[in-house]
């Protein structure tokens, strides 16, 4: 499957925070995402550390800012696209729009922040990997 980036208004997209937290929801269509997550947070202290804490359908998640500043970073819309060529073959391929840039990355864990080990605080250990397997 052939799939497309889309960063043409890149610089006149607008801003959002990205918060990844630990839930995994099988669901696709619109949500009241404000009904479950609470958009207002509170900050604490643990470990000596100021932290984000706020409420997902009950479950206390503990925040932390992961910075990615190294490069830019975009919350992108994925939709398929089916077309049909001259021998009437069909393909479908990914188109992916950028809808926001991403200034600020929050990663939450239940109830105390994730691990230093977790996939998403090691965000920046990847993006240094992928720079220099591609030579950037």
Not at 50 to 73: M, Y
Not at 89 to 118: E, F, M, Q, R, W
Request: charged fraction near 20%; hydrophobic fraction near 35%; avoid cysteine.
């Amino acid at each position: 499957m052939v799939g497309r980036l889309d960063l043409t208004n890149g610089n006149e997209l607008p801003f959002a925070t990205a918060s990844v937290i630990p839930v995994s929801i099988r669901y696709s269509g619109n949500a009241a995402v404000n009904d479950y997550f609470e958009a207002s947070s509170n900050k604490e202290s643990q470990g000596g550390k100021t932290v984000d804490v706020r409420n997902f359908r009950g479950l206390k998640l503990v925040g932390q800012q992961v910075k990615v500043e190294s490069h830019d970073v975009y919350l992108v819309n994925k939709n398929e696209v089916v077309s049909q060529n001259e021998d009437d073959n069909i393909t479908t391929s990914n188109l992916y729009h950028a809808i926001a840039k991403v200034d600020n990355v929050v990663v939450y864990g239940h109830d105390s922040t994730p691990s230093s080990n977790d996939k998403w605080t090691l965000v920046n250990e990847w993006i240094e990997i992928s720079d220099i397997i591609h030579g950037i």
